[in-house]
């Protein structure tokens, strides 16, 4: 290989420059994303709940990568907040390039007991709502604020994380608790899949709906991550997964910075799957 195909093979994956929101940044992916769009150059705003304490994440950020990063505090339920989000980062960097909408509430049931509330005949509609009101509408409106900036730019990027139960459906059995009597058995709450499915629809229709305006939108479906989980899920879980283990946490960021990057121009309206083969069984 010549040196000018060297340098262009580096350009494709580079983000020098180039502004890059993460909703849910502060969580357990959203960080790690942030962690290779970085390392790849980009300014990088993680957005999340004051809870979640953005800003900390944010200095080790750019400690790590000697990039200016961002923590910023917003409640992606609640337009008005992530519109001052949008002046805020404006008035920093000037642009933005990228959004990946990765927030959402994802109830660990998988090492939790008590929770027959989870069950489809107990579910509040509060819990319903409140779901819903995170992993779509907080998409969505992310999407209309910081999308419509990306469009009138006339280029952006656009990333939605759904789930590898975005195309199948819970295996409930992996939940079982053993002792509990069925009707008390926890089961990962219905929000989950229908959010992250939701999240298929949004993606083909913003990409359908922006492909003149040069921001392409893209789905990742990720498999579930090793998160100190305990051994009973962990080995009912292997027997689902032909590679028979969980993600490692840095195992999404190829995809990520694939999809963020002029690495993927010429696709929109896709869904990567990352799921270790689950959704081949
Ligand atoms: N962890 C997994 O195994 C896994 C697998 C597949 C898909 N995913 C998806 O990846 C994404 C990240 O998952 P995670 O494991 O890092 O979750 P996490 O719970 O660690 O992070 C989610 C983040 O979203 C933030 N958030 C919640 N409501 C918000 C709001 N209203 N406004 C702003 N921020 C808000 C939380 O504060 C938290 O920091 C989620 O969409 C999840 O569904 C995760």
């Known amino acids: 290989m010549s040196k000018a195909e060297v340098d262009r093979v580096r350009q494709l994956f580079d983000l020098s420059g180039r502004v890059a929101i993460i909703t849910g940044g502060a969580g357990l992916l959203g ?11 980009a300014h990088v705003v993680l957005l999340d709940l004051a809870i979640s304490d953005p800003a900390k994440s944010a200095v080790r950020l ?13 409640d992606i339920t609640d337009e008005a907040s992530i519109v001052d989000a949008s002046r805020c980062i404006l008035a ?7 959004l990946i ?18 069950r489809l005949e107990n579910l509040p509609v509060s819990v319903w709502d409140a779901d819903i009101r ?11 604020v910081f999308g419509t900036y990306m469009a009138k730019n006339g ?20 939940y079982r608790v053993d002792g509990l009597p069925e009707d008390q058995q926890p089961v990962k709450p219905v929000t989950y899949p229908v959010v992250k499915s939701g999240l298929l629809g949004l993606t083909r229709y913003l990409a359908t709906y ?35 283990r969980m993600a490692n946490q840095s195992e999404y960021q190829g995809a990520i910075l694939f999809l963020c990057s002029d690495a993927s121009s010429y696709m929109t309206g896709a869904n990567l799957v990352i799921d270790g083969g689950r959704t081949c069984w």
Not at 134 to 139: N, R
Request: aromatic residues 6%; neutral net charge.
């Open 92 to 98: 920093k960097f000037g642009r933005i390039d990228i």
């Open 101 to 118: 909408n990765n927030a959402a509430n994802n109830p660990k049931v998988e090492d939790a007991k008590e929770l027959a509330w989870s």
């Open 210 to 244: 922006w492909t003149g305006s040069n921001v392409r939108v893209n789905a990742i479906s990720p498999g579930g991550v090793w998160n100190a989980q305990p051994d009973v899920f962990l080995n009912r879980l292997k027997h689902l997964v032909p590679m028979a």
């Open 155 to 174: 280029k952006g990027v656009i990333i939605n994380v759904a789930s590898d139960l975005a195309l199948i459906s819970p295996d409930q059995r992996l």
């Open 31 to 41: 960080y790690q994303h942030g962690e290779v769009l970085a390392a790849a150059g």
């Open 62 to 74: 750019t400690a790590n990568h000697q990039v200016e990063c961002m923590g910023l505090t917003a």
């Open 134 to 144: 995170v992993g779509l509408t907080g998409a969505f409106l992310c999407s209309r």
